[in-house]
Nanobody, 120 residues
Framework: VHVVESGGGLVQAGDSLKLSCAAS????????MGWYRQAPGGQPELVAT?????????YADSVKGRFTISRDVAKNTTIYLQMNTLRPEDTAVYYC?????????????WGQGTQVTVSS
């Protein structure tokens, strides 16, 4: 499985940005996809995830109401992260994750990361 993100960049506080992520290859057993981020000197943290089955979503408290995770209408393994009202503290490298389950094992696949920088 190959995961590729795109859409990062430098924006000002209050601006919006949309990230994209596409998983390709043997994606049949992907059960969820999501976004994680890591700020300089910080720990990786979950931003938002979406299950491929029922479409349920989960968000970090810090982004609720500002970020929205969604999938491509035509392709379940392409997701987006719409980020509104960006803050300097959202500055981080954002990584896309594809989580695969095939009992009894699980496997996570990661993209290379895309930098998001929010200036004040």
């Amino acid at each position: 499985v190959h995961v590729v993100e795109s859409g990062g960049g430098l924006v000002q506080a209050g601006d919006s940005l949309k990230l994209s992520c596409a998983a390709s290859g043997n994606t049949f057993n992907i059960t969820s996809m999501g976004w994680y981020r890591q700020a300089p000197g910080g720990q990786p943290e979950l931003v938002a995830t979406r299950t491929t089955g029922d479409g349920s979503t989960k968000y970090a408290d810090s982004v609720k109401g500002r970020f929205t995770i969604s999938r491509d209408v035509a392709k379940n393994t392409t997701i987006y992260l719409q980020m509104n009202t960006l803050r300097p503290e959202d500055t981080a490298v954002y990584y896309c994750n594809a989580h695969m389950e095939f009992f009894p094992w699980t496997q996570d696949y990661w993209g290379q990361g895309t930098q998001v920088t929010v200036s004040s």
